[in-house]
């Protein structure tokens, strides 16, 4: 019978965090799979849990995830942990569980902390919706182009950074986003937890001695892309507006229709309009 894949979260900084079951499952399993051994190790030997640990990183996730679905399959029973939060949040865990899948293996995940869900509802941001995107990229090209991809997404926006890179990421969300409310939460569940509010362009003047790990939490664009557009288009001409809509594909009396509706006065007023040019 093949053994069991256990996807467990650990702390994120205060050991508290770690759940009763967590506990159980690290005690129980054949095999603990960490992105990193020696700090895995610490975790267990506070709760006084010895296992067989074996590395689980970027690099030799392909080769890894192969190798343990034939442990699996021999009837071992694993769990994956990364250094802290939720396996597979920007953590090593997608390729093993998408391998236990195509091999019938039965995947546990076992909830507990997860950092952008702490910074989420400690913000203030809404929470109703959100998208998280994880690490941008390190290059700026490529940074800038994430940025833009979601410059008019309505929902809140979450994102990983390091201390490194912090003061450039924002930046660089100013310029492409504009100044919008952010919160920056910092060091989370840890001695020195902070929430930072602001304006990007505020907290940008406010940094210094950037350390810790961060949470960054981005309002929502107030207007989709096509309001902007439109929003855009009623600062225009009617020539403008009446080109817009008709290379979209639009019927004459379609597109007057819109303008109307844009412009938020009657029919008839755009047609007169029209029929005077």
């Excluded at 640990?53 to 890894?64: D, F, G, H």
């Excluded at 391998?99 to 902390?113: D, K, L, Q, S, Y």
């Excluded at 833009?148 to 924002?170: G, Q, R, S, V």
């Amino acid at each position: 019978m093949a053994g069991k894949l256990y996807l467990v979260a650990t702390p994120i900084g205060n050991l508290e965090d770690i759940t009763l079951r967590a506990l159980r499952i690290l005690k129980e399993v054949d095999i603990i799979a960490a992105e990193d051994t020696r700090h895995t190790l610490k975790l267990l030997n506070h709760f006084e849990i010895s296992k067989p640990l074996i590395s689980y990183y970027k690099q030799n996730e392909s080769t890894r995830s192969v190798e343990f679905v034939e442990k699996l399959k021999s009837g071992k029973s694993i769990a994956i942990v990364s250094d802290a939060g939720t396996p597979g949040i920007s953590d090593p865990g997608e390729q093993i569980v998408k391998c236990a899948i195509e091999n019938n293996i039965e995947i546990v995940p076992i909830p507990g902390a997860c950092a952008l869900v702490n910074g989420l509802i400690g913000s203030g941001m809404a929470t109703r919706e959100f998208c998280f995107l994880g690490f941008l990229s390190a290059v700026k090209k490529e940074r800038k182009e994430k940025l833009e991809e979601i410059k008019y997404e309505t929902k809140t926006l979450i994102f990983y950074e390091a201390p490194h890179k912090l003061k450039k990421t924002l930046q660089d969300m100013v310029e492409i986003l504009g100044d919008r409310n952010i919160v920056l939460a910092r060091e989370l569940t840890k001695i020195h937890e902070e929430f930072i509010r602001g304006k990007i362009s505020e907290i940008i003047e406010k940094l210094e001695d950037v350390k810790g790990e961060f949470v960054v939490i981005v309002e929502g664009n107030c207007e989709t892309k096509k309001e902007s557009e439109i929003k855009n288009l009623n600062n225009g001409t009617f020539e403008e507006q009446y080109e817009f809509y008709q290379n979209q594909g639009f019927t004459k009396k379609e597109i007057v229709k819109q303008i109307a509706k844009d412009r938020g006065v009657s029919k008839n007023e755009i047609y007169q309009y029209f029929l005077e040019r």
